[in-house]
T-cell receptor
Framework: RKEVEQDPGPFNVPEGATVAFNCTYS??????FFWYRQDCRKEPKLLMS???SGNEDGRFTAQLNRASQYISLLIRDSKLSDSATYLC????????????FGTGTRLTIIP | EPEVTQTPSHQVTQMGQEVILRCVPI?????FYWYRQILGQKVEFLVS????????KSEIFDDQFSVERPDGSNFTLKIRSTKLEDSAMYFC????????????????FGPGTRLTVT
């Protein structure tokens, strides 16, 4: 089983729609969880951290379900600028250790 | 806003040659990392570096790879004898670790160096 698994997409979504991405991770001891976004041929950029209580940042909502080892990202009122690849990222250890990336889900917002 | 910088942006080299990829992490950061991304694949961890030594490395980071912080600002990745399969985007990242009490894992990535081995 892959350490971090995501649906690769692509997701083609009309502007203004709501879109949800899911991610599962295999290591039950994982400690920290993130969503990064990556534009074509660019570096990954942190979108948001994911907490057990769930967290929201503007149009973006992230949820973590530790029991199911499942992470989600919801984007409301999608904009053209949201077109990117969304990377689910997990840190397995305490301490500033490696990020383990999923393969990413490609999102294209259609005008 | 402080940022991680990397040079060169693109490096073309012949198989068997040595390459050095350079990074300048954010100045008050303590942890440094190298990742790579082969075209069309996921980002993969190579190595983490703290207090002038490697803290963790992946299976990819074999004897052909080495890292160094030669001065107070630069962080380098050396590949001694490049192979075709080393062709990838190499990202440097840095973070400011606040410890268990205030865990801050946010890693800031540089723009990457595209390495092409011919």
């Amino acid at each position: 089983r892959k350490e971090v698994e995501q649906d690769p997409g692509p997701f083609n979504v009309p502007e203004g729609a709501t879109v949800a991405f899911n991610c599962t991770y295999s290591n039950s001891a994982s400690q920290s969880f993130f969503w990064y976004r990556q534009d074509c041929r660019k570096e990954p950029k942190l979108l948001m951290s994911v907490y057990s209580s769930g967290n929201e940042d503007g149009r973006f909502t992230a949820q973590l379900n530790r029991a199911s080892q499942y992470i989600s990202l919801l984007i409301r009122d999608s904009k053209l600028s949201d077109s990117a690849t969304y990377l689910c990222v997990v840190v397995s250890n305490f301490g500033n250790e490696k990020l383990t990336f999923g393969t990413g889900t490609r999102l294209t917002i259609i005008p | 806003e402080p940022e991680v910088t990397q040079t060169p942006s693109h490096q073309v080299t012949q198989m068997g040659q040595e390459v050095i990829l350079r990074c300048v992490p954010i100045s008050n950061h303590l942890y440094f990392y190298w990742y790579r991304q082969i075209l069309g694949q996921k980002v993969e961890f190579l190595v983490s570096f703290y207090n002038n030594e490697i803290s963790e490395k992946s299976e990819i980071f074999d004897d052909q790879f080495s890292v160094e912080r030669p001065d107070g600002s630069n962080f380098t990745l050396k590949i001694r004898s490049t192979k075709l399969e080393d062709s990838a985007m190499y990202f440097c990242a840095s973070s400011e670790f606040e410890g268990l009490a205030g865990t801050n894992y946010e890693q800031y990535f540089g723009p990457g160096t595209r390495l092409t081995v011919t």
